[in-house]
Nanobody, 119 residues
Framework: QVQLVESGGGLVQPGGSLRLSCTASGLSLDGYAIGWFRQAPGKGREGIACITHEGSPRYSADIQGRSTISRDNAENRAYLQMNSVQADDTAIYYC?????????????YGQGTQVIVSS
């Protein structure tokens, strides 16, 4: 059974940083694209970052320039580092895997980790 587990969420002060982790079990991340998504209160889920199976990163305009997506195939994990977070970064953050970053719907998603940006 494939399982993706996000961690690293919590309360973060405005201007601070966070590092989210996505740990996979039941499949090898090698060969998969890994995406990060978020759903803010009252909004739909949006894709914010993706890293191809070859390690090429992509970012949405909202987080470009202040975020880094990375992967560790040996550990079967992926990460999202976000800096200079603000209140509108408050959301549930999910990771997902699929064969392509261009997929509209990813094959598997985790349950999410809550991030609250507040002083």
């Amino acid at each position: 059974q494939v399982q993706l587990v996000e961690s690293g969420g919590g309360l973060v002060q405005p201007g601070g940083s966070l590092r989210l982790s996505c740990t996979a079990s039941g499949l090898s991340l090698d060969g998969y694209a890994i995406g990060w998504f978020r759903q803010a209160p009252g909004k739909g889920r949006e894709g914010i970052a993706c890293i191809t199976h070859e390690g090429s990163p992509r970012y949405s305009a909202d987080i470009q320039g202040r975020s880094t997506i990375s992967r560790d195939n040996a550990e079967n994990r992926a990460y999202l580092q976000m800096n200079s977070v603000q209140a509108d970064d408050t959301a549930i953050y999910y990771c997902g895997v699929d064969r392509s970053c261009s997929s509209r719907y990813f094959e598997h998603y985790g349950q999410g980790t809550q991030v609250i940006v507040s002083s």
